[in-house]
């Protein structure tokens, strides 16, 4: 038989038992945050008609995954959880109840070239309130995503605010080529906009916004910021060394997606500034309407769990977990029935245990026990078994007790 | 502007706040009875090599996504999450610890007809035991599946098992035909089997075996089922009236995968038998070896939440959950920095809030938090809030008191 080399595609990846547990972990915490905000989950399919997606995200819309079905349609993957939102919302406006806050938790996929902490399949965990044009929204979606953050552990992250209406006059070409400031400078954004073909009057104006020399913090920005300190995050100045946890008011920010119309931000790493932002969004109000004739404003934000826990493993703050608390070892043929019952025990106790699978040197079952970072083993032989007892091990400091098989359950809670 | 029409692809579906709450509790729940049998959590990718996928599932194969990405790769969509983790062992195999038992809750995709509760995108969720030839490892398997179920408040199922080695000697395409009796019946299989150009003393040999006139149970069945009886599972006949909760040899179970090698079972609802198996799996002790020159025996089996969710609705089962527990009314422009200091508070205790965004007629407000089923209303006017108090009012009973601020989150808890 030909072997099948066992490879994944770039920019792809398994997590492992050690990764996953601490993933989920994650998601559980965002997850609890998100419904303390009164945030309710919704769930999109991760395929949709091509259409659906088609001439919402700029340039960056070419990253789509997309293929004609086996039915002949066209179809792509979701590249992220606001337009399938925005669907959702036009397709189901009857029923809804306006504003509608929801969050969703799930994978989107970029054919994007794959760069430290970036993956071409990577998590988003969204919170958006459609249905309000309130600045209020705005202050809360930003609000509810920095406490995510904090409830992970993290606390070296500052946000970086402004407002697309400051690019009302400018170009949607001018508009993608400010979002690439933080990656080739000013200079960058100049040649970008002239090798587009931008006169030099639009760029003038643009440079000029971008670089703000008076530092007035537009109107529009400042409320948004006067209720993020009412949420608790105070105002910093670029120029403070010291941003951890507060909002900074920054004019380049505008954001690469097409939809934004106002209030846009990002959050940023203190100490690591080479992971780009780790979340995003801002004011869409004319999404919905691509699907609809109804208006519906919104906000929204998405927080990328994957380039966060690569930051997150980096800085210490991944702590792995062990799997099963007990194993029961399997050292007698003719005691499999009495090792089920006494591993059934534990489990219907609510304690997570596991019995080696087959009769096997002990060194064998202590050593697979240890990888495993299980705490307690639990030894019991013909004698014991006799005696209506077991050895309780201590795996880490080796300690061991006998115990009775009936005080086994008491003794491990 | 040209409107695009909102919709859905065919076997897809979006899952509203109500239903994905409700999904998501029966996510944690499973994910809790994995981790007690001691299964750890692994992550694959939605995208893999095509070949990787291809050959592994009989004539279903055709079901499979795939297409050409963007840098002209054979790309395929999860069709299970078996084939994955043979992958994954067969790459890893270096630094696995054997056994491996990984669990795995995440969605497939499948191009098939949808018909009722099956669609094209769902859940499973899968337990397997890798790099152990243990009949205990394929009893535990079945018994950690069938605790998942009873967690649910399911109790009306049933597991029917047999062993694929009762098939030896009988081609692949005889198997594929006797998979289907459930659908087609005996007649039917014959017919396909005829069809197919299967001669007939293939014919007369596979129907003996299905019919197993004798119901002589094979040695290899008798043992996991013995073994099922330590787990809490006791064994039944097909003829019997009750079978919840309990295990029936069944000579006609096949499982259409190709990879299966021996242990096969399924798990039926008792009252829902339109809704076919909604978990099955078995053993197969030479998935691995396509990917490796190493051998490595493994079982498993996948719970189908999609399903289970679709007949666990028309029993009544599902409890749909309200969004927040507080809602704090919005009824003064001039009080909005109160407002969000007060729904902060609630936040930071540990208190799911929403806050209305902007001041609205009481009645509107009151309509919002009844739909989304929250319990208790905070209302603080100037009045109010110059005597450091509030209002709070349960929303089902419409009970109204007044009580210090400072109190708040004392009484809400």
Do not use: H
């Not at 997309?66 to 189901?92: I, W």
């Not at 097409?258 to 992971?275: A, N, P, R």
């Not at 060194?363 to 050895?391: C, L, P, R, W």
Request: proline fraction near 3%.
């Amino acid at each position: 038989m030909n072997i099948i080399e066992p490879r994944l595609l770039k920019g792809f990846r398994d997590y492992d038992p050690a990764e996953q547990s601490a993933r989920q972990a994650m998601f559980a915490t965002i997850q609890s945050v998100f419904e303390r905000f009164g945030f309710s989950p919704l769930s999109t399919p991760t395929l949709e008609y091509r259409e659906i997606l088609m001439g919402k995200y700029g340039e960056d819309e070419k990253l789509i995954y997309s293929f004609k079905d086996n039915g002949d349609r066209d179809v792509a993957m979701r590249y992220d959880l606001t337009v399938p939102l925005a669907r959702y919302v036009a397709q189901n406006q009857n029923m809804l109840t306006l504003p509608f806050k929801r969050y969703q938790i799930a994978p989107v996929w970029r054919a994007d070239n794959p760069q430290k902490g970036r993956y071409r399949e990577f998590y988003q965990c969204d919170v958006d309130a459609v249905g309000t044009d309130s600045v209020l929204a705005d202050a809360e979606v930003i609000a509810c995503l920095c406490q995510a953050i904090s409830a992970l552990g993290v606390s070296g992250y500052y946000v970086r605010i402004n407002n697309r209406a400051m690019f009302n006059g400018l170009s949607v070409v001018a508009i993608r080529a400010i979002d690439k400031i933080d990656k080739i400078g000013l200079s960058g954004v100049v040649e970008e906009m002239k090798n587009n073909g931008i006169l030099d009057d639009e760029i003038e104006r643009a440079t000029t916004l971008i670089k703000n020399v008076n530092q007035n913090i537009p109107e529009a920005v400042s409320t948004v910021m006067d209720y993020l300190q009412q949420f608790g995050i105070d105002r910093a100045l670029t120029s403070d060394s010291d941003k951890a946890g507060k909002v900074v008011y920054e004019p380049s920010i505008a954001r690469g997606l097409d939809y934004y119309t106002g209030t846009v931000f990002e959050i940023m790493l203190t100490d690591k500034s080479e992971y780009g932002s780790i979340c995003s969004g801002g004011r869409y109000d004319n999404l919905v309407d691509q699907y609809s004739k109804t208006s519906v404003p919104a906000v929204g934000g998405s927080l990328g769990i994957d380039r966060l826990f690569s930051a997150m493993t980096e800085m210490g703050l991944i702590k792995t977990q062990g799997s099963a608390k007990v194993m029961v070892f399997n050292l007698e043929q003719s005691l499999q029935n009495d090792y089920v019952e006494v591993v059934s025990t534990l489990r219907n106790a609510g304690i997570s245990a596991e019995l080696y699978y087959a009769p096997a040197k002990i060194d064998k079952q202590f050593k697979y026990a240890e990888t495993k970072n299980i705490q307690y083993g639990v030894i019991m032989g013909q004698t014991e078994k006799d005696s209506g007892k077991v050895q309780l091990k201590n795996l880490a400091t080796r300690e061991q007790k006998e115990v009775l098989l009936t005080d086994l359950v008491g003794r491990l809670q």
